[in-house]
């Protein structure tokens, strides 16, 4: 079709926030596309609609304000901040909502309902007390680092309209004896004063196992105050924790919340859109996003930017001939080898021909023999000849 990209591009927004009639109109060009015979174009308007289904937005379901209001005073810029006694380094750092990103972080669909099902259990604050119900109030968000799990905390209190409370582990933290444990103390008593959410990121720091066998006898007392000040806050304010090591985490820090969401690594689908969204202003082909999203396989998102990063800046840098992804995918996985899976770094620098051969196999990617010709620099017949070859092998192999 003349100027597909156009409309695929065209889908895409549409399929964005879609409706039924838009969506309705996109089945309709896909199944006009598969009986004219055109099966590449409508297998691509096939997975634009696969991929809606799949991309469910975080935002809240009911955008309808609560008619109540948390108790607490109103934290503004000018309201001091409690600090260690000993050193006068601050315990926290407040973030307003003004200051935070309003991109939605990106999950799958699971995890974006699950999410949204808490932003909305707290905009329906007033609804939920004439049940005698509170909304949760403790969330514990745990996941490989570089998952977006700081990002999503940050978001939900966009979202709520309501100031972060970010503990500073640094200023909580103390060698002197007993320090760390009033610091805590100090550090709930504010946070209990005042609307906000309270966010402790590197949970595990001060929420570590009592019975290590590495740690002394202060981190017990440590762990026991951390509990008794998440008992008291129980019924004031929202706290979410934070870590990249719950497995160092007390069982007994477990229990106090009452939603303890694991974030995944992305998966392919979740991996395309992650690059799309750290792209502008490069206008990256679609191939281009899907080769990216192959390549970070087991990846985290700022895995991804980072490898976005390399890529623009190969655009940013080239002069005369340009360069092909196929190279920038090598130097990247030659800069960051340890960033990524071993499978899909060992056939990235496999023989052109393995390479081609699998790329043209891979269902998610539905790339062309077109396609992989501008990724890798060469005409549509050599990659054709190339891959033939793989194919001859193969099956002399078997022979």
């Not at 609609?49 to 991309?55: G, H, S, V």
């Not at 019975?211 to 951390?226: A, C, F, H």
Request: hydrophobic letters at 40%.
């Amino acid at each position: 079709m003349e100027h597909f990209p156009i409309v695929q591009a065209l889908c895409r927004a549409a399929l964005a926030q879609p409706t039924a009639a838009a969506r309705k109109q996109v089945e309709r060009l896909r199944d006009a596309l598969s009986q004219a015979g055109d099966k590449k174009a409508a297998s691509a308007i096939a997975a634009l609609l696969t991929n809606a289904d799949k991309m469910i937005e975080v935002a809240p379901s009911r955008l309808s304000r609560s008619r109540a209001e948390m108790p607490g005073e109103a934290l503004t810029p000018k309201t001091q901040l409690p600090v260690d006694r000993e050193t006068a380094a601050p315990l926290v750092d407040v973030i307003f909502p003004k200051d935070i990103n309003s991109a939605p972080p990106l999950f799958n669909a699971t995890v974006a309902e699950a999410i949204r099902s808490i932003i909305d259990e707290w905009r329906n604050f007033a609804e939920l007390q004439e049940m005698d119900v509170q909304p949760s109030r403790t969330c514990l968000i745990y996941g490989a680092p570089g998952t977006g799990k700081t990002r999503l905390a940050l978001w939900i209190a966009a979202q709520l309209e309501m100031p972060i409370v970010l503990a500073r582990i640094d200023g909580l933290v103390s060698s002197f004896l007993g320090t760390t444990s009033r610091n805590i103390g100090s550090l709930f008593a504010f946070a209990n004063r005042y609307r906000c959410i309270l966010l402790l990121d590197e949970f595990d720091a001060v929420a570590k196992l009592r019975d290590d066998p590495q740690e002394v006898g202060e981190i017990k007392r440590v762990v026991n105050s951390l509990l008794q000040n998440l008992d008291a806050r129980r019924d004031v304010g929202i706290t979410i924790g934070i870590t990249n090591h719950q497995n160092l985490l007390d069982p007994a820090v477990w229990r106090r919340f009452e939603v303890q969401l694991e974030i995944p690594k992305p998966d392919f689908h979740v991996r395309v859109e992650i690059a799309r969204s750290f792209m502008p202003p490069v206008q990256a082909p679609e191939g281009h996003l899907r080769l990216l999203a192959w390549f970070t396989e087991g990846a985290t998102g700022a895995e991804i930017e980072a490898l976005v990063r390399t890529y623009k800046k190969s655009i940013a840098m080239r002069s005369g001939e340009p360069k092909h992804l196929l190279d920038t995918l090598r130097q990247f996985a030659t800069l960051n080898s340890a960033r990524l899976d071993p499978k899909r770094r060992e056939l990235l620098f496999a023989e052109n021909r393995v390479l081609f051969k699998e790329w043209s196999r891979d269902d998610q990617l539905q790339l062309s023999y077109e396609d992989i010709g501008k990724v890798a620099g060469k005409d549509k017949s050599t990659i054709s000849r190339q891959i033939g070859k793989s194919a001859s092998a193969y099956g002399d192999e078997r022979g």
